[in-house]
């Protein structure tokens, strides 16, 4: 019968769960703990390669680690809760971490520079400009004017005729600036008619209900 973390493992990575064989930089943790809490929340296991072999940790150390990166590098503070599980004798550490309701945390880059990180499937990615205008915008419960000028109407239709379009694309094609763009682009997110959707690689909008 499998044991409750062999069942998790069993599911691979993906957006709300993540697995460290050993942690060893907690400014790179810190971007887990960031991402997890910035998206749907999440659980780490640690002490399991990517692969899924069950390691186990080997150091009280990585606790300590794990605390540090909440306490010191994630801005606001990460709350989480830590369970220890033993499976065939080797202990695997849990770190739960729940979706954040009033922050957006951020976390140190590789240049020491902090920034808002967002889980993507099975990824840690930092959060573009139009994700933390529309955040922005929900905090402050902002009132969303809506017009429908020839760049609203040329963006409806084409998405009624494309499954999607980014940005860029939607400034080259209605010959607009990327502010009046981009705040389009918002409204229409914001409104619900249009919805943010972001890959490893782009960034793109799509209609809601299409």
Not at 152 to 165: A, G, P, R, V
Request: charged share 30%; aromatic share 10%; glycine share 4%.
């Amino acid at each position: 019968m499998p044991t409750y973390i062999q069942k998790l493992i069993e599911q691979g990575e993906h957006q709300m769960l993540d697995f460290k064989f050993k942690i060893s930089d907690s400014k790179k943790i810190a971007r887990t703990l960031v991402a997890f809490a910035n998206t749907d929340g999440g659980r780490i296991l640690i002490g399991v390669k990517d692969n899924g072999s069950i390691f186990g940790i080997k150091s009280e150390e990585e606790k300590y680690m794990i605390q540090t990166a909440a306490d010191l590098y994630c801005q606001p503070q990460v709350n989480f809760q830590a369970k220890e599980w033993n499976v065939n004798g080797k202990k695997i550490l849990e770190i739960l971490v729940p979706k954040s309701k009033y922050h957006k945390h951020r976390a140190p880059d590789h240049c020491n520079k902090y920034k808002v990180y967002i889980r993507v499937k099975d990824q840690n990615i930092v959060a573009n400009s139009i994700l933390l205008k529309i955040w922005k915008y929900q905090n402050n419960k902002q009132n969303i004017k809506l017009t429908f000028t020839e760049p609203e109407i040329f963006l409806l239709k084409y998405l009624n005729e494309n499954d999607k379009i980014t940005l860029a694309e939607f400034i080259d094609k209605t010959k607009i600036s990327k502010k009046e763009a981009e705040k389009i682009l918002i409204n229409f997110t914001l409104t619900n008619i249009t919805k943010l959707e972001i890959t490893e690689k782009m960034v793109f909008f799509s209609l809601l209900n299409a």
